[in-house]
């Protein structure tokens, strides 16, 4: 198959629908399909790949550095470039200016086209200025119109099918989430490497959080877990023997150090800021439990990676992690309660034999998570939908 696809963002930047599409990108390739990406062009940064990336002209938004916008206009050029290219589908990443050109040529070249609804918008419409003034209502209701003249929509996890389906979403919808490379997560950095590095203690174990620093990742939540597991701690053993490691960098990340030291945590929580994605992904098999805290995480790779690096995950039990964790066999899910929270946390902590159980199970169940799996499914809705749309 030729398939092609258009995102509002692509490399250099680095997100959660950026590492989807390159996941799959080359699981694809490996497979013998040959794939075209569409995005907006970064100044400064040149494909290595020309043959296969196409980049629009576009312009900054002040403040966005990260996220170059495309102008709502595209060259004449790059439109019979892909009327040349004889692509069977198209696969639209996202619903505005790029996704919405990938509908307008799905429709002149009589193909399929398929959409990945990645995130929930109504959700973050505080980082892009252009849609910081528009309603959630306006939002869902722009979200259910592109969905409905779409062939196929794809969401990483049923918990966001389940979402569109409320906003009235009538195409058909599949969970398929960005796959996963296992080999890649099994190989980490030595626990003592980390500790020498941030200086946790000996004596301590590490609690990681790998996400971006920003606040619908919930990390007030986090920091007030980690509060009350600090006093019961040291209320039990008389010493803290955890230490919780902030991975990541983020809008928000001096608002929380400042609100650490404010909570008088600075002690026992680290942050690393920004580091490079095949650096952090190392971080995983380092640590003792992996905590993630967020509610509107519509997959959570980290947690999926986190199991296949074998560390227990405990998890907010909204969303994607709901998706992926099967409570009590490898991983722990609760309600969005502190206490709660805490208490499987120390559960962890304090019971060996139950640590590894959960521990040997996530890795084995991640194995489902794979990016060859995940490529496989995309691929068979691929062709299901060719199929579907060509039989009309």
Known sequence: ??????????????????????????????????????????EGFVDKDKKHVFRFPSFRWPGQKEYPLAYPFFPNEIIKKIKSLNLDIIHAQHLFTIGNFGLRMARSLDIPIVYTYHTLIAEYTH?????????????????????????QIV?????????????????????????????????????KVI??????????K?????????????????LRTIKLLLFKRLKKHKIADFHLLMVGGGPELEFY????????????????GMIKNDLAT???????????????????????????????????????????I????????????????TAKIEKLLDNEKVYKEISANAKENAKDFSSLACAKKLEKLYEETIIRYNSK
């Open 1 to 42: 198959m030729k398939i092609g696809i258009f995102s509002e963002c692509y490399l250099p930047t680095l997100n959660g629908v950026v590492v989807s599409i390159e996941t799959f990108r080359c699981e694809l390739e490996k497979m013998g399909h040959e794939v075209f990406v569409f995005a907006p062009e970064t």
């Open 127 to 151: 980082y892009v200025p252009i849609l910081s003034k528009v309603s959630k209502k306006v939002i869902i209701h722009l979200s259910k119109e592109f969905c409905n003249s779409c062939d």
């Open 155 to 191: 969401t990483p996890s049923e918990s966001m099918a389940k979402i569109l389906k409320t906003y009235g979403v009538a195409t058909p919808i599949e969970a398929i989430p960005t796959g996963i490379h296992i080999e890649k997560l099994r190989d980490h950095f030595p626990a």
């Open 195 to 204: 500790r020498a590095q941030w200086d946790i203690p000996e004596n301590r």
């Open 206 to 222: 590490i609690l990681l959080y790998l996400s971006r620093i920003a606040k619908e990742k919930n990390i007030d939540f986090l």
């Open 257 to 272: 150090k400042n609100k650490v030291r404010q909570m008088g945590l600075e002690n026992y929580v680290t942050f690393t």
């Open 282 to 324: 190392r971080y995983y098999g380092a640590a003792d439990i992996f905590v993630f805290p967020s509610i509107t995480e519509t997959q959570g790779i980290v947690v999926s990676e986190a199991m296949a690096a074998g560390t227990p995950v405990v998890a907010v039990n909204k969303m994607g992690p709901s998706d992926l």
């Open 326 to 341: 099967k409570n009590g066999q490898d991983g722990y899910l609760t309600d969005l309660n502190i206490s709660e929270f």
